[in-house]
């Protein structure tokens, strides 16, 4: 194994802002009169906006949505979102994961981002945390969300690193079938973890430090 990469999704990793997506999910679907809850709304980690609101709508009852109606819903919902969002400050991000990045970099790894959002570096400016990443891949430059693996690829194109040199790190099931089929490393946090899909299991952030030596 000769890692020399990292590539971190964004929601679950390095900020939680699943409070946030399902907040304005609810919200969303609360004013078409659509069922969703916390059950539904796992079911969205690592999913694009328009594929979230495919499963979002599995429960709607109504007459068939045009696709222009879908792209109003999917909008109002990112208005809602990112209303939640300007909450966010440096605070949001921990100290372990800010020193774990900065020392990750020490070591001599390149960091890239790998998130299916087209928020994430509104996010990462919100949380002051931009220039702790040597690229960006996120929602922005994909066609395809995760379990596809274009945002991983892209991400270690961007790093100018072979796939198989990259370690990426997940909270996700979809991420974590994104990162072994773009033939990198995974890593698990959260709830990736209990798919025992992924070549590592993390118990704290700061557990990359073990395994990046
Ligand atoms: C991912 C989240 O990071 O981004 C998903 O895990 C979300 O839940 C996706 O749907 C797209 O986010 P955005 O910000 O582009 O709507
Ligand atoms: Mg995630």
Redesign the pocket.
Known sequence: MNLKAVIF????VIVF??KF?YQAWKKMADEMGIYFDEVINNR??????M??LEIVLEQYEGEPLSQEKKQQLADR??ET?RELLKTMTPADVSKEVRDTLREIRGRGYKISLG??????KFILERVNLLSAFDAISD?TNITK?KPEPEVFLKGAEFLGEKPENCLVVED?EAGIEAGISGGMKTAAMGDAVKCQKADYTLTTFADLLKILI
């Open positions: 999704d964004l929601d679950g802002t699943d997506h969205l980690r690592g999913v694009s906006r594929d979230s919902k990112n979102y998130s299916s959002s087209k928020n994430a929602g969300s996700a």
